[in-house]
């Protein structure tokens, strides 16, 4: 049911969504998908939810900069490959629905929690001059990709990743995402 929810919503977009194309797409009757989700929304909560359950943790490659840029690669392949993309599709949804800006919201926290462990690896190895907001250092490096990929929607630029990861990882060096202590 659920990969039906994100075909649709890559072939059709939000407004073509609706519980009986999924229920046609997964070759059920429309009841069966109401027993289990009320509308729209339930669904594409249901899809973002899911996400949460994956295996995905952030890559180790040794560095600050290099955990900054593995990840941003991630981000930019997903934001920038060609054609329908489910990424930008479920976001574009969470502006149309709250249980789906709710549950996206519940998958960035995820993301969030997960990658904080490349903050404390850079802590670990000497990398940071002391304690340092994970997520603030984490948006800083990732946002350029969000801006220049979706707001802008900027062409492709191979070396977006691992310069954004390269400033991020600079202004962390600098003290820039320091904790109150």
Do not use: K
């Amino acid at each position: 049911m659920l990969e039906a929810v994100g075909a649709l919503l890559l072939e059709a977009g939000y407004d073509g969504l609706t519980v009986d194309a999924v229920a046609e797409r997964a070759g059920v009757h429309r009841t069966t998908v109401y027993r289990r989700w009320r509308d729209v929304g339930a669904l594409l909560a249901d899809v973002l939810d899911t996400a949460s359950d994956d295996p995905w943790s952030p890559p180790d490659t040794g560095s600050l900069e290099g955990d900054l840029a593995a990840l941003n690669q991630e981000v930019y392949e997903a934001l920038a490959g060609g054609g329908p993309n489910l990424t930008t599709a479920l976001i574009a949804a969470g502006f149309r629905s709250p249980e789906a800006a709710a549950a996206l919201s519940r998958f960035w926290e995820d993301r969030y929690a997960r990658c904080a462990v490349v903050v404390t690896r850079a802590a670990g190895r000497g990398e940071l001059p002391g304690p340092a907001d994970g997520r603030a250092l984490l948006v800083a490096a990732t946002a350029p990709l969000y801006h220049e990929l979706l707001l802008v929607r900027a062409a492709p630029e191979p070396a977006l990743p691992h310069r954004a990861a390269r400033a991020a990882a600079a202004a962390a060096r600098a003290g820039a995402f320091g904790t109150p202590r």
